[in-house]
């Protein structure tokens, strides 16, 4: 599986989850993924990342079981109604990723950690030959948000993490065109960091990777807002334009209509704006 990342992506969130931090995200059975999965592609979605394990902050961990049974759940909906469409494995477990592709083929891996919290991931990656999305985080769901501590410059400490973690993923023999880079806006980061870290994201761009930008209805805006994320939806789709503004290519959103709209005018903008 190659990502074709010419022109911005939206991947489509569908969370087989009870506890999600948007509640019109979660779905619960393979209709319900069917139907929401049907709805995206009908806007405009480029591929689906299924996800069976909340990473929200303070987020209970999920027994490894329970987590492929809601995985499991949602991969066999979007094969039976969206046979071709790329499909994304949310999941820091290689467990679940082998799982996936030995059921349901070839998929790409979106892990918060890096391949930091299992060891056996970017091995195992690199042996099947997957596209990997590779993001930000300090500790774990349950602790990142008291590991904020970012003393030389959010934007350089992401910046040089990637530099290692990137290095790290070639010499175990994962191809450079399959790699992408999630700065991981609200993993381990203050409101005001995820601001400045908003405000470098040219830089992670610049380093040649694509860039996912994960921003959808976060806190960095409803609590900016003094809102939630019921109503961040303007807040959404403004960031999203900042991203894509900076060099991101594929918007990981809630709202497929908007984004893709966004995306959309963007590439007209870059066209035709002076």
């Known amino acids: 599986m190659k990502l074709d990342l010419s022109v911005p ?23 319900a993924v069917a139907h929401r999965v049907e709805t995206m592609l009908a806007e405009g979605a480029a591929m689906i990342d299924i996800g069976g394990y909340s990473s929200r902050p303070g987020a209970d961990e999920v027994p490894l079981e329970e987590e492929w049974r809601r995985v499991a759940i949602g991969l066999e909906a979007v094969r039976r109604v969206a046979p071709e469409v790329p499909v994304s494995v949310d999941t820091f477990r290689s467990e679940i990723v082998v799982r996936a592709v030995e059921r349901f083929g070839g998929v790409i891996v979106n892990d918060i950690s890096a391949g930091e919290l299992d060891d056996r991931m970017i091995p195992m990656v690199a042996r099947y030959g997957l596209p990997y999305i590779a993001m930000h985080m300090k500790g774990t769901p349950r ?11 959010i934007v350089d400490e992401v910046v040089a993490y990637f530099q290692r973690r990137v290095a ?4 175990a023999g994962i191809r450079r065109e399959q790699i992408v880079l999630d700065p991981g806006f609200g993993f381990a980061k203050t409101l005001e960091q995820n601001y400045e870290l908003l405000g470098g994201l040219h830089r992670l761009c610049e380093t040649g990777y694509p860039v996912l930008a994960g921003v959808s209805r976060k806190s960095m805006i409803w609590k900016a807002l003094d809102s939630t994320p019921s109503e961040s939806l303007a807040g959404t789709v403004a ?10 290519v594929v918007l990981r959103a809630h709202d497929v209509r908007e984004a893709v709209d966004a995306a959309r005018l963007f590439e007209i903008y870059k066209r035709n704006g002076k």
Do not use: H, K
């Not at 602790?143 to 410059?153: I, P, V």
């Not at 790290?168 to 010499?171: D, F, N, Q």
């Open 143 to 153: 602790t990142m948000q008291s590991m904020t501590d970012y003393r030389g410059g």
């Open 168 to 171: 790290l993923l070639l010499a």
């Open 239 to 248: 960031l999203e334009w900042e991203c894509l503004r900076q060099g991101a």
């Open 9 to 31: 992506q939206v991947m489509a969130i569908v969370n087989v989850t009870p506890d999600s931090f948007f509640a019109d995200s979660r779905t619960f059975d393979a209709d």
